[in-house]
């Protein structure tokens, strides 16, 4: 397979959510996988849009997913410099070639002018086309006046890698605008531009480009540049599927999953099955999986639908796997102390360590921990309701769970050896000497000792509590249903 060069070119306009990290991982997996070139590039020439601090997200984002650039900001690289502010120069001697080549003009039609010619075409209900108002008379180019493309419309075919053969006609070509008055350039030429000098071989983004696509050819032609291969991603759609995934649909910026515990391990495999697949019905991929798999023939052409629930299932997955394949350290590295309780802070890293390793198979996402740990660190609000209503436990009078507890108290307080496997032997002996069943007695151990929802496996919850706090929250526990 031929060397591939890609590129990821945001716009600094603000957080960076799904459908552009989507937009960086197909890229970033062909230019790896053909031992090619991933290019950052950003593409801030809208300056009315320009958000403070945006670049820097952009490039914390791809970092954190592991795609790292091969050519870009902090970087460099031979076709330096990769924001379009700085190229502006470029991009200004291709349009005046375009200009004494007789397929660009100078433009100083005011604003106001050209909003009537708009509003003529909606009275007479036709299509408005700037190219049907063009200026007879030509105007020498100084700054502060647009330069536009001039149009000579016709039909065009093209390939698109995933839609396949497409086409259109000459009624959606238009007098676009090359340059605009602040001098720097519209993204409909600046790329063409950056993509040629930078020698992209293949232009990965989004469907909602291809409505462009016949202007884009069209600079192609008049510029007399190679096509580079397009490959059109589907839209990644709201929960319901009708429509394309925005802010309205609930939908977080990458940066709002980091902070919630996603890891970048499940939003890079969640993204990259968004719109693709193998062929299999394998779902959790690692890095070098994806690598060795991915394919543009097997990216789909219609939306894929968001679904946060599965990528909260992933993470899931990724926790387990993480802990199962590269050990309870490794997780625990990956936490960052905002997840843990606040009395966590006053345990030693060993005890948080244990208290991870017996709940990290509960957890969907990472900030899951502050609430399913905290009774490790902290003393639980007594409730005695939750025993007296839970489904199991409501058949039992109050004298009955009260002297259950007090039972379990004593024999527990009679272990010499705190560990596991002796607390396991008595709970199983507790079955016997009390004639309850598992879902009886357990149950109301773990609450008297957490009063949480859930709680992992009771022995382990035991001797990671210890002797003192355990006993002592069973006899308040006893003590409150009396």
């Given at each position: 397979m031929e060397k591939a060069v890609t590129r990821f070119a945001p716009s600094p306009t603000g957080y960076i959510h799904i459908g552009n990290v989507r937009s960086a991982i197909y890229p970033y997996l062909l230019a790896k996988q053909t031992d090619g070139t991933f290019i950052l590039r950003i593409e801030d020439t809208d300056q009315a849009r320009y958000v403070e601090g945006a670049t820097d997200l952009i490039k914390e984002t791809l970092l954190w997913?592991?795609?790292?650039?091969?050519?870009?900001?902090?970087?460099?690289?031979?076709?330096?410099?990769?924001?379009?502010?700085?190229?502006?120069?470029?991009y200004l001697n291709?349009?005046?070639?375009?200009?004494?080549?007789?397929?660009?003009?100078?433009?100083?039609?005011?604003?106001?002018?050209?909003?009537?010619?708009?509003?003529?075409?909606?009275?007479?209900?036709?299509?408005?086309?700037?190219?049907?108002?063009?200026?007879?008379?030509?105007?020498?180019?100084?700054?502060?006046?647009?330069?536009?493309?001039?149009?000579?419309?016709?039909?065009?075919?093209?390939?698109?890698?995933?839609?396949?053969?497409?086409?259109?006609?000459?009624?959606?070509?238009?007098?676009?605008?090359?340059?605009?008055?602040?001098?720097?350039?519209?993204?409909?030429?600046?790329?063409?531009?950056?993509?040629?000098?930078?020698?992209?071989?293949?232009?990965?983004?989004?469907?909602?480009?291809?409505s462009s696509m016949p202007n884009y050819l069209a600079l192609y032609d008049a510029l007399g540049l190679p096509r580079p291969k397009f490959v059109s991603l589907p839209h990644i759609l709201a929960p319901q599927g009708n429509k394309k995934l925005s802010k309205r649909d609930g939908a977080k910026s990458v940066t709002d999953y980091r902070e919630d515990g996603i890891l970048p391990e499940a939003m890079l495999n969640y993204l990259?099955?968004?719109?693709?697949?193998?062929?299999?019905?394998?779902?959790?991929?690692?890095?070098?999986?994806?690598?060795?798999?991915?394919?543009?023939?097997?990216i789909q052409n219609s939306g894929a639908r968001f679904d946060e629930t599965k990528l909260l299932w992933m993470n899931g997955m990724w926790i387990r796997k993480i802990h199962d394949e590269e050990g309870n350290d490794v997780l625990y590295s990956k936490i960052n102390e905002k997840f843990w309780p606040d009395s966590a802070k006053d345990y030693p890293e060993e005890y948080r360590k244990k208290v991870l390793n017996i709940i990290y198979d509960r957890l969907k996402a990472l900030k899951?921990?502050?609430?399913?740990?905290?009774?490790?660190?902290?003393?639980?609000?007594?409730d005695a309701n939750l025993?007296?209503?839970?489904?199991?436990?409501?058949?039992?009078?109050?004298?009955?769970?009260s002297s259950l507890l007090n039972t379990v108290s004593l024999r527990l307080s009679e272990i010499?050896?705190?560990?596991?496997?002796?607390?396991?032997?008595?709970?199983?002996?507790?079955?016997?000497?009390?004639?309850?069943?598992?879902?009886?007695?357990?149950?109301?151990?773990?609450?008297?000792?957490?009063?949480?929802p859930f709680s992992p496996a009771l022995n382990l919850t035991l001797e990671a509590l210890g002797r003192e706090r355990t006993i002592a929250r069973l006899n308040l526990a006893a003590r409150s249903i009396d």
């Open positions: 997913l592991g795609l790292n650039w091969d050519e870009g900001p902090d970087i460099g690289g031979p076709h330096a410099p990769y924001f379009q502010t700085e190229r502006k120069e470029l291709w349009a005046k070639k375009l200009i004494a080549a007789g397929r660009a003009y100078a433009d100083a039609t005011p604003s106001e002018k050209i909003d009537e010619y708009r509003k003529e075409d909606t009275a007479k209900k036709i299509p408005y086309l700037y190219r049907n108002h063009r200026p007879t008379e030509t105007t020498e180019w100084h700054e502060g006046i647009p330069i536009r493309f001039k149009a000579e419309p016709k039909n065009y075919t093209w390939v698109d890698e995933v839609m396949g053969e497409l086409s259109a006609g000459p009624e959606v070509q238009d007098d676009i605008i090359l340059i605009k008055k602040d001098g720097l350039p519209t993204y409909n030429f600046a790329h063409i531009i950056d993509d040629m000098e930078m020698g992209v071989t293949h232009v990965i983004r989004g469907q909602e480009y291809l990259a099955c968004l719109g693709w697949n193998d062929g299999t019905e394998q779902e959790i991929y690692t890095m070098a999986e994806l690598l060795e798999r991915f394919s543009l023939s097997r899951d921990l502050k609430s399913f740990s905290a009774y490790f660190f902290e003393e639980p609000t007594v025993i007296k209503n839970n489904k199991i436990l409501k058949k039992l009078s109050e004298d009955e769970l010499q050896d705190w560990t596991e496997e002796n607390l396991q032997d008595v709970l199983n002996e507790l079955l016997e000497t009390t004639g309850k069943k598992p879902a009886e007695l357990f149950s109301l151990i773990r609450i008297a000792v957490s009063f949480a």
